[in-house]
């Protein structure tokens, strides 16, 4: 699946062109200014902004700063292009919060390159948290906002991890986000939907369980949520490529291996 890009020009030219060098490689959306980017934000999941920063209205640097303050959107990279080559307006661009900053007119492999790294490095972030979420939130937090916004997501899906119910809805609401806007913050941060968040962080837990030995497996299965011991078995099979009776007895024998 294509990765979604967002450019901002109120220039069409400019637009045309960037459509042009991109649109085989990317899914594009495209907005003549800093409103309506934050119109489509509120519907589509985004990967990476390129924004211009003389616009009327929102300039880049201050729609910046209005991304990477807000919890819904502070995980996009930005880059930011402007024909103001000056020391002083790369600092102010940085200063709110642009990943990357390219001068006007750009070079179309330097632009690509700057895109490359910025995705290939959320990927591995992704990659991270898929199978490790909340492992370490300093780690795969791409700012304090996120930081703070897992940490808080890591707390309730923990506390209230025994309630076959917990849901969406329910961590959207305790996350103060609509659920729409909290799918895509999780979509965007993780890959993972909400469901096998929750799902992936029941069967690290039960993992943990297993290996104490002080519980029945479905004394486990209940402890993390699951009303139905066969579903448990069958999401832990999906996700450890081996079901909770065969990873205990691969657990024992190892235990006799090193007697």
Not at 3 to 25: A, F, G, R, W, Y
Not at 142 to 150: A, I, N, Q, V
Not at 199 to 222: G, H, M, Q
Request: with cysteine.
């Amino acid at each position: 699946m294509k990765e979604s890009i967002l450019i901002i020009d109120d220039n069409k030219e400019i637009l045309e062109l960037l459509s042009d060098v991109l649109e085989d490689t990317y899914k594009l959306h495209l907005a003549e200014n800093g409103e309506n980017a934050l119109s489509l934000l509120n519907k589509e999941i985004v990967h990476l902004i390129i924004s211009d920063v003389m616009m009327p209205g929102v300039d880049g640097f201050e729609l910046c700063k209005i991304l990477k303050t807000d919890i819904k959107y502070c995980h996009i990279p930005i880059i930011l292009l402007t024909a103001r080559n000056t020391f002083n307006a790369q600092i102010e661009g940085l200063e709110n919060g642009a990943d990357a900053y390219i001068q006007k007119p750009f070079s179309q492999r330097l632009l690509r390159t700057q895109m490359a790294n910025l995705l290939s490095n959320r990927v591995k972030i992704k990659d991270h948290i898929a199978n490790s979420p909340f492992e370490d939130v300093r780690v795969i937090a791409l700012s304090k906002g996120d930081e703070s916004f897992l940490k808080k997501l890591d707390d309730y899906i923990c506390k209230n991890m025994k309630e076959p119910h917990l849901d969406i809805d329910l961590l959207a609401y305790h996350m103060h986000m609509s659920r729409p806007t909290f799918y895509r913050k999780i979509k965007s941060l993780s890959s993972l939907s909400p469901k096998e968040l929750i799902d992936i962080k029941r069967l690290k837990r039960a993992v943990t369980l297993i290996a104490e030995n002080e519980f029945s497996l479905y004394e486990i299965s209940t402890m993390v949520g699951y009303r139905s011991q066969s579903v448990f078995t069958k999401n832990f099979q999906r996700y450890f490529k081996l079901g909770p009776r065969e990873y205990f007895n691969s657990l024992q024998r190892e235990t006799e291996y090193r007697r």
